[in-house]
């Protein structure tokens, strides 16, 4: 599933781009993960789907540009404060989900609650 790129846009090889981006260690990204990117994408982290990186296949190599590798983050990050994992939470809020985990820890007896919080 390939979405045309524009002809003004700079391209660059799948391989350019592996060794652009750094995986933790100081790795660059696989060729494997980019072509999982282009074919099966990546879950987005707010909303529903799947987003997939754009490519276009050019004389047997497969090109993508930094304004696709751009729209590839931006939806796999998505707005702030939208869906179940939002990354925005007030303080209350997560305090009552820290003492429910809490309370489930317990009754599925990994932890006793004393009454005193640890900081």
Same mark, same amino acid.
């Given at each position: 599933?390939?979405?045309?790129?524009?002809?003004?846009?700079?391209?660059?090889?799948?391989?350019?781009?592996?060794?652009?981006?750094?995986? *933790? /260690?100081g $790795?660059?990204v696989?060729?494997?993960?980019?072509? +999982?990117? %282009? !074919? *099966? /994408?990546? $879950?987005?982290?707010?909303?529903?789907?799947?987003? +997939?990186? %754009? !490519?276009?296949?050019?004389?047997?190599?497969?090109?993508?540009?930094?304004?696709?590798?751009?729209?590839?983050?931006?939806?796999?990050?998505?707005?702030?404060?939208?869906?179940?994992?939002?990354?925005?939470?007030?303080?209350?809020?997560?305090?009552?989900?820290?003492?429910r985990?809490?309370?489930?820890?317990?009754?599925?007896?990994?932890?006793?609650?004393?009454?005193?919080?640890?900081?």
């Open positions: 599933m390939s979405a045309g790129l524009d002809a003004r846009e700079s391209y660059l090889t799948l391989n350019e781009v592996a060794r652009m981006f750094r995986k *933790a /260690g $790795r660059p696989s060729l494997v993960s980019l072509w +999982r990117w %282009r !074919t *099966a /994408g990546l $879950r987005r982290r707010r909303g529903p789907g799947r987003a +997939r990186l %754009r !490519t276009v296949l050019v004389g047997g190599t497969r090109y993508t540009t930094m304004e696709a590798l751009g729209e590839f983050s931006r939806e796999i990050d998505g707005p702030l404060g939208m869906g179940p994992h939002s990354a925005v939470r007030s303080p209350q809020i997560k305090r009552m989900h820290m003492a985990a809490a309370r489930e820890l317990q009754a599925a007896g990994f932890m006793e609650l004393t009454g005193e919080r640890d900081e």
